[in-house]
């Protein structure tokens, strides 16, 4: 059964490059109301922790050093069909294949430097929720 809330995590290559208003913009105009956000750092040891399904695969520990590199935005959004909406929002992984009008296509560099992640499952976005923000800062 879907759900109406997803997780986001806005990843250091747009905070870089100046475009977090910009995604955030997006995401609103795209009808999702933020339930909790923050401005944030991963250390080695959370990115390690979040990122532990990909742990035996070749880009792991490179994902890992990118995702600690600078700063993040973490958010839960919330929407009718919270998942798939902000999937088909953020558009594929590679910006070159990403449809016109996603965020992806429109402020990703590459594969690994994408701009945003956004949760593949309610289940998922549950998990990857109450990994960045406890009870208290979710409204």
């Known amino acids: 059964m879907a759900t109406n809330r997803t997780f986001t995590m806005l990843k250091p290559d747009a905070i870089e490059n100046g475009h977090m208003g910009k995604i955030i913009d997006m995401i609103i105009n795209a009808g999702f109301s933020i339930k909790a956000m923050k401005y944030t750092q991963l250390s ?21 050093e990118y995702m600690t590199s600078g700063p993040i935005v973490a958010a839960i959004l919330e929407k009718d069909n919270a998942v798939a909406d902000f999937r088909t929002l953020i558009g594929a992984t590679n910006p070159a294949e990403a449809a016109e009008g996603t965020i992806r296509k429109a402020y990703a ?7 945003v992640h956004g949760s593949d499952s309610d289940e998922n976005a549950a998990n990857e929720g109450v990994f960045h923000f406890a009870a208290n800062e979710i409204f």
């Open 44 to 64: 080695e040891a959370q990115a390690k922790e979040f990122y532990a399904v990909h742990a035996e695969r070749p880009f792991y520990g490179e994902l890992v």
């Open 109 to 115: 560099e590459s594969i690994g430097r994408n701009a």
